[in-house]
């Protein structure tokens, strides 16, 4: 396989937990990697964390409206979300959200993050009763994150199961591409009407807050997208940190000990996996305003930047050892496992919560809890994590 087909796809490949050896062959020797993809386009792969944090951090420099580049019409959907979006559009639509993830805001949400994770660990612990090895991709990981950010909108309880698999069946791919667009289809026609109803009643969730508040200033379609912009950038996330880091901990007794038996030392835990694991592994796509140089690589305008997050975040420059876990470590820089700058990850918040109630609370439960099976791991995914976690104790 020559260089040029096998580069492309370099950044979305992992050997178990750790990035191919040839992305930090990259890092190390082309910091802004010229790529060439189908159709004869050229796409630079950005790998160093300065590098990565100085694109990210800049939209002067750097668009984000992929609709806008590729000339989308008006009568055609654009990909929607914030992270699509520039200023002033990307800065008004986030100021509406941003107040909604203050800690003071999410505390309110935290009782029933707990219940939710205590009521799955129930369901678990009835299932191996019978002695038979249980998914815990399937029992605990995919549904949390889906009934939180259910928690978070407002959807109605009567409707959480239909709107979970919803959520479930847009990021199931093993049923080809159609099922998964339908999905999404579907979630934002759910959403739509969801939304259209809130602003006939505003509940007591974000999307009636947002209506009691600025319900003059926000259409139902692109409050609809904002929610989705949630579901698509809280849901698969958090549901492979949750299967890779209890991989982890199960794999590190140790560790898993200490998480269990010492308050507070899971903070920790939750900010080094974060870096470690990556899971989304680059950025959304930027493009160049106006030519311009990036390490001193020539860059024209409209060609697309990809930011690795998994190469940013374990790049020997942040400090040593970067491919090992060590919880509390020093780091010349913060990861990125939320992204930098304007576009960083407005739920980052949210997801550290679930994370540092889910692990504590299985481990707890489960103290000897083991893997029961073979644990296949996605292959060349943008969000990275495993199929299936089956476990046993």
Request: hydrophobic letters at 40%; aromatic letters at 8%.
């Amino acid at each position: 396989m020559s260089e040029t087909e096998e580069f492309p796809l370099v950044q979305f490949m992992r050997e178990g937990f750790d990035p191919v050896g040839e992305l930090g062959r990259i890092r190390n020797e082309h910091p802004v990697f010229p790529m060439e993809i189908p159709g004869g386009q050229t796409v630079y792969l950005v790998t160093r964390w300065e590098d990565v944090r100085a694109v990210l951090g800049d939209h002067e420099r750097f668009s984000n409206d992929f609709a806008g580049v590729i000339g989308l019409g008006s009568n055609q959907e654009d990909p929607g979300g914030l992270g699509f979006r520039d200023p002033p559009e990307h800065t008004r639509l986030r100021r509406f959200l941003t107040p909604e993830f203050t800690m003071r805001r999410l505390r309110r949400l935290e009782p029933r993050i707990e219940a939710m994770v205590e009521e799955h660990l129930d369901r678990i612990e009835a299932k191996g009763a019978e002695g038979m090895p249980v998914d815990l991709m399937e029992e605990f990981c995919l549904p949390i994150p889906s009934l939180v950010v259910c928690e978070l909108l407002g959807v109605p309880y009567e409707e959480r199961a239909d709107f979970v698999k919803i959520s479930k069946d847009r990021f199931d791919f093993t049923a080809g591409p159609e099922a998964s667009l339908q999905a999404i289809n579907d979630a934002m026609t759910y959403l739509v009407d969801l939304v259209a109803r809130e602003r006939q009643n505003p509940g007591d969730g974000l999307l009636g807050q947002l209506l009691r508040e600025h319900g003059d200033e926000l259409d139902d379609r692109t409050l609809a997208s904002m929610a989705d912009g949630l579901l698509t950038g809280g849901h698969d996330t958090s549901t492979s940190m949750l299967a890779l880091g209890t991989l982890w901990l199960i794999q590190n007794p140790e560790q898993a000990a200490k998480v269990r038996e010492v308050d507070g030392y899971i903070v920790d835990v939750v900010e080094e996996l974060l870096r470690y694991m990556t899971v989304v592994q680059v950025a959304f796509p930027r493009f160049a305003r106006d030519d311009l140089e990036l390490h001193g690589v020539p860059i024209k305008k409209g060609e697309m930047v990809l930011c690795s997050l998994t190469g940013a975040n374990r790049d020997p420059a942040l400090g040593e050892d970067m491919d090992e876990v060590r919880p509390g470590r020093e780091t010349t820089g913060s990861h990125m496992a939320f992204g930098h700058g304007i576009h960083r990850c407005v739920g980052a918040p949210l997801a550290q919560m679930e994370m540092r109630i889910a692990f504590p609370a299985l481990l707890r439960r489960f103290p000897g809890l083991r893997v029961a099976g073979e644990v296949p791991f996605r292959e060349l995914a943008i969000v990275y994590g495993v199929k299936e976690l089956p476990v046993a104790w």
